[in-house]
Nanobody
Framework: QVQLVESGGGLVQVGGSLRLSCAAS????????MGWSRQAPGKSRELVAA???????NYADSVKGRFTISRDNAKNTVYLQMNSLKPEDTAVYYC?????????WGQGTQVTVSS
């Protein structure tokens, strides 16, 4: 089993920044993908950013140039630095890890951007 614990969400004004963190524990294969998805009210969940254990990153077009994903393999931790936040970034953000052929999700952390 794999457990994910997220932190760092909150309320921020337009143009502000937040940093999300997610620590994974349990049975984790060294070759894995970690990332973040989000779900806004009334919308489907979307993948925001992902990073492989080799450091290859991928971003949704809506966050390119504003969000940066990084990871610490020694700590099995992934980070999402979010800058220039917009009201449309308001959502519940979920950490994810793909390992051993399965996907695991965190419980989510709320990010609210006020205008």
């Amino acid at each position: 089993q794999v457990q994910l614990v997220e932190s760092g969400g909150g309320l921020v004004q337009v143009g502000g920044s937040l940093r999300l963190s997610c620590a994974a524990s349990g049975s984790i294969f060294s070759n894995n993908v970690m990332g973040w998805s989000r779900q806004a009210p009334g919308k489907s969940r979307e993948l925001v950013a992902a990073v492989t254990s080799d450091g290859i990153t991928n971003y949704a077009d809506s966050v390119k140039g504003r969000f940066t994903i990084s990871r610490d393999n020694a700590k099995n931790t992934v980070y999402l630095q979010m800058n220039s936040l917009k009201p449309e970034d308001t959502a519940v953000y979920y950490c994810l890890i793909a390992t051993h052929g399965s996907n695991y999700w965190g419980q989510g952390t709320q990010v609210t951007v006020s205008s």
